[in-house]
């Protein structure tokens, strides 16, 4: 028999993972791991779990990823080091090409397309109708919220966080731990660290030309 699954989070994202969970059918989550630190608010209907509930308890269960932010980070390396196991979970309408890779721990929403050759990192998170072109690839803790879509062979370093609707076409990298903001285009490479807004997109504390 399959071991329960945990959910690390229990926020608004629990919710679409729990819902995710049911549309694939035969996946058991049977509680949440809440963490004080990440300042998520419970959301969702099922046991809520302290570290301290399930201390010594790797082996009894599967871990699912079920927070969007980067703050997911730090809890997620906390509960491997701790001996949990994430399982990757993909919405049965994703649209996941033959030639491509997702690592371990990833979460792939409803109605997202990962095209041919794409690289996705571990624990990235890619949230509803994402798209990642051809040959690109995500770096791990990477964040693709809702409409996000990736060129053809661009480069999207670990830990960058794109907001809604944000574009990076053709052959653009963006640097580790970079921040784009909802809706806006990046069509040059961005530095880490880098925080962009707009169309083109342009750095947060750039004047408008």
């Known amino acids: 028999m399959a071991r329960p699954i945990l959910a690390f989070g229990a926020g608004g994202l629990a919710a679409d993972i729990i819902d995710m969970a049911r549309r694939i059918g035969g996946l058991s989550i049977v509680g949440c791991v ?10 969702v209907d099922l046991p809520l779990h302290r570290w301290s509930d399930i201390s010594g308890q790797a082996d009894r269960y599967v871990a699912v990823n ?4 980067p703050a997911r980070r730090r809890f997620i390396e906390k509960a491997e080091a701790a001996g949990f196991e994430f399982m990757t979970l993909i919405d049965p309408s994703a649209e996941i090409f033959p030639s491509a890779a997702i690592g371990a721990g990833c979460v792939v929403g409803a109605g997202c397309v990962v095209a041919a050759v794409a690289q996705i990192g571990r624990h990235v998170f890619l949230n509803r109708a994402v798209t990642v072109g051809h ?3 995500i770096g791990d803790f990477a964040s693709c919220y809702a409409a996000v879509n990736i060129g053809s062979f661009s480069r999207i370093g670990p830990g960058v966080e794109m ?11 963006v ?6 903001g909802a809706g806006c285009v990046v069509i040059r490479d961005c530095a880490a660290g ?3 807004v707009g169309v083109p997109a342009r750095p947060l504390d750039s004047p408008r030309s």
């Open 34 to 43: 809440v963490d004080h630190e990440t300042g998520s608010p419970p959301m």
């Open 66 to 69: 079920a927070m969007g932010s």
């Open 135 to 137: 040959h690109a690839s």
């Open 163 to 173: 907001g809604i609707g944000s574009i990076v076409i053709d052959r653009v990298t």
């Open 175 to 180: 640097g580790a731990d970079a921040v784009l």
């Open 194 to 196: 880098a925080r962009m």
